[in-house]
């Protein structure tokens, strides 16, 4: 069974720039996480979608990011325009029914 | 609270000796409870859960013994290897919620 995939594994930007995050849950898991983890803040419930719906994203540090999930098996999460306090590893989990969530290997952002 | 890398206890045990890491948690109403292991470079990878209904639960070569009197739980590791060495840590959530609480990491480093 395939775990969470998320892409890319590393990305370095510049300042200004518009990053993608994707994730793709595990099959047949209904509910996606998008954490984000820093040696100072340890890890950071980013948003939480419930089949296919956000349902909580309070934890979207400002209007910068975004997230959406256009389908059961795709998920995206924008930073425009990055800066370089977003630096940080990104990951995205998926459960089902809330039980135990599922982390997928993250991807390292560096902005410049 | 949230784990805080910069700041994360450490445990050195010896190869083949058995590991106990510990976690406290605050919120009386979590009722589920999730280990995790992170090693350097990878994602929070589940370890085993265990509901407020026990008080034991063994996997293989680990087990998870809750106290709710005093809000403690605790992650045994039998015969410590060398691959078990990363960090630890605990996560609560109410059952039915999906809003984790993750305790303060720990890092295990096994000596050879």
């Known amino acids: 069974d395939a775990g969470v995939i998320q892409s890319p594994r590393h990305e370095v930007t510049e300042m200004g720039q518009e990053v993608t995050l994707r994730c793709k849950p595990i099959?047949?898991?209904?509910?996606l996480f998008w954490y984000r983890q820093t040696m100072m803040r340890g890890l950071e419930l980013l948003i939480y979608?419930?089949?296919?719906?956000?349902?909580?994203d309070s934890g979207m540090p400002e209007d910068r990011f975004s997230a959406k999930m256009p389908n059961a098996s795709f998920s995206t999460l924008k930073i425009q325009p990055s800066e370089p306090r977003d630096s940080a590893v990104y990951f995205c989990?998926?459960?089902?029914?809330?039980?135990?969530?599922?982390f997928g290997p993250g991807t390292r952002l560096t902005v410049l | 609270g949230e784990s805080v890398g910069l700041h994360l206890p450490t445990l050195s045990v010896q190869e083949g000796d058995n590991s106990i890491i510990n976690c406290a948690y605050s919120?009386?109403?979590?009722?589920?409870f999730i280990w995790y292991k992170q090693e350097s470079g990878k994602g929070p990878q589940f370890i085993i859960d265990?509901?407020?209904?026990?008080d034991k639960r063994q996997g293989q070569r680990v087990t998870v013994l809750l106290n709710k009197t005093v809000k403690h739980l605790s992650l045994q590791i039998a015969a410590t290897q060398p691959g078990d060495s990363a960090v630890y840590f605990c996560?609560?959530?109410?059952?039915?919620?999906?809003?984790?609480?993750f305790g303060t990491g720990t890092r295990l480093k096994v000596l050879a």
């Open positions: 099959s047949g898991h209904n509910s």
């Open positions: 979608f419930n089949n296919n719906v956000p349902i909580d």
């Open positions: 989990a998926s459960s089902l029914d809330r039980v135990a969530q599922y």
């Open positions: 919120n009386s109403a979590s009722d589920y």
């Open positions: 265990i509901r407020s209904n026990m």
């Open positions: 996560a609560g959530a109410v059952s039915g919620t999906y809003k984790y609480i």
